[in-house]
């Protein structure tokens, strides 16, 4: 189990520098091999791996949100505006995890990745809905979207907020320091709901806390501070953008494997 999560986080760590994607959606599926090859889970088996990958993306968003403001390229006012709608998006994502068979979330998570490989692979940074971000009741109906959404898939803000950043006219640095403060909106308050869910001890890894894993939590964060800067050296010795096309490849099939087994196939 101790190999199996150090060569996870090492390689979520790589890709996270490297491509600039969260660290959740190679975690989640990762987690969900290694703890079924393990037979930790059973019907509860994805709500320990969202749980305790949104734990791992408390300390990652933390970090990269920091580096970010001190760069001045964090926007503290979108973060205002939609901090509060993202964290009661969270909270209902707890609640309905909570209640969901792991079959069903693995259903879920195998649509919306699938739908974010498509838009890595296929996504232009041209393409516009709007040139600011959204305000009223349309940020009142999709801030707790990104919320709900992200907990369903144990995802920081990268993954949904990014594109939706970059869709609104936000330049894309701007939009990736701006997602890591999502991440931490997201993450802080589903851990807290995650950590009372009670698990079967007869189906949970040593040491688990509600559904936070703590020994993968901790593998994780220590090889990914140790991985991340050697993906980040590696974007900026070559061109990432055909491996985010390989990445998006990846991430679709790895969709479609979920979607599989949740379909009993």
């Known amino acids: 189990m101790l190999v199996m999560l150090a060569v996870i986080g090492a390689v979520a760590g790589v890709l996270a520098g490297l491509l600039g994607v969260g660290g959740g959606i190679v975690l989640v599926p990762a987690f969900f091999y290694a703890f079924q090859t393990l ?3 059973g019907d509860q088996l994805m709500q320990l791996c969202l749980a305790t990958s949104l734990a791992t ?5 933390l970090r990269s949100v920091h580096s970010h403001h001190k760069k001045g390229a964090v926007d503290m006012e979108i973060l205002r505006k939609w901090g509060a709608g993202i964290a009661i998006g969270a909270i209902a994502g707890v609640l309905a ?8 979330l693995q259903g879920l998570f195998g649509v919306l990745a699938l739908v974010i490989g498509l838009y890595l692979g296929f996504g232009r940074s041209e393409w516009r809905l709007g040139e600011s971000m959204p305000k009223g009741l349309r940020r009142m109906i ?3 979207m990104v919320g709900f959404l992200s907990v369903l898939m144990g995802i920081g803000g990268g993954s949904f907020g990014v594109p939706l950043m970059s869709l609104y006219n936000t330049p894309i640095h701007r939009a990736v320091a701006t997602a890591a403060g999502f991440g931490v909106i997201i993450a802080v308050p589903s851990v807290i709901g995650f950590l009372f869910l009670p698990i079967d001890p007869a189906a949970r890894p040593p040491l688990t806390v509600g559904a936070v894993n703590l020994v993968a939590f901790g593998i994780v ?3 990914t501070m140790i991985t991340a800067p050697w993906g980040v050296k590696l974007a900026h010795a070559m ?3 055909p491996l985010k096309r390989v990445f998006a490849v990846f991430l679709v099939l790895v969709a479609l ?5 949740a379909l009993g196939y």
């Open 239 to 241: 061109d990432p953008k």
């Open 57 to 61: 993306i408390i300390v990652t968003s």
């Open 142 to 144: 999709i801030s707790p």
């Open 257 to 261: 494997n979920m979607l599989r087994k």
């Open 39 to 41: 037979e930790y889970g």
């Open 97 to 104: 995890a909570s209640s969901l068979r792991s079959t069903t």
């Open 221 to 223: 964060i220590a090889m």
